[in-house]
């Protein structure tokens, strides 16, 4: 019996809706992630992007546990010298709630053109409503 090779061609893309409000962002990063990248597929090749794409809502809701909302940082570098930003993750969920799910998802994607091929697919929004009501998406609880 040969192995299956999913060819770029005949992957069928679905579209997924995903519910972050009250959930760990943990949680939510890690269900987000195994879709984009199509490991939720029988037919999953790991070197073709075979994953569907994914839309989060209520960002501004996901939920931290344990003392994180104080003690994890966030981290920029402008490249100049003495250009380090530091944040906490209380203040990037007040400001910047789709820019935290965004960093959660994409460190979990691999690392290269494939990983960033797959990051494109993602869509988060801080609010109930998202642009993409024409796709029809599915909706997926997360446990």
């Known amino acids: ?3 299956f090779m999913q060819t770029k061609e005949t992957v069928d893309r679905k579209w997924y809706v995903i519910d972050a409000a009250e959930l760990p962002l ?3 990063a890690t269900k987000a992630a195994t879709i984009l990248r199509g490991k ?3 037919t999953f ?3 073709i992007d075979c994953g569907d794409y994914v839309i989060i809502v ?3 809701k996901v939920k931290l546990t344990g003392n994180k909302i104080n003690d994890k940082m966030y981290y920029n570098h402008s490249g100049f010298p003495g250009g380090l930003r530091t ?4 203040t ?3 400001n910047y709630p789709v820019e935290m799910v965004e960093r959660a998802v994409k460190g979990m994607l691999p690392n ?3 990983g960033r091929q797959m990051y494109r697919k993602l869509f988060v929004y801080a609010g109930a409503e998202h642009k993409q009501e024409a796709q029809k998406p599915t909706a997926i609880t997360i446990d």
């Open 87 to 90: 944040r906490n993750a209380k």
């Open 1 to 3: 019996m040969k192995t």
């Open 112 to 114: 290269g053109p494939l």
């Open 40 to 42: 939720h597929k029988a």
């Open 58 to 60: 209520n960002a501004s």
């Open 92 to 94: 990037m969920l007040e």
């Open 26 to 28: 943990g949680r939510v």
């Open 45 to 47: 090749t790991p070197h």
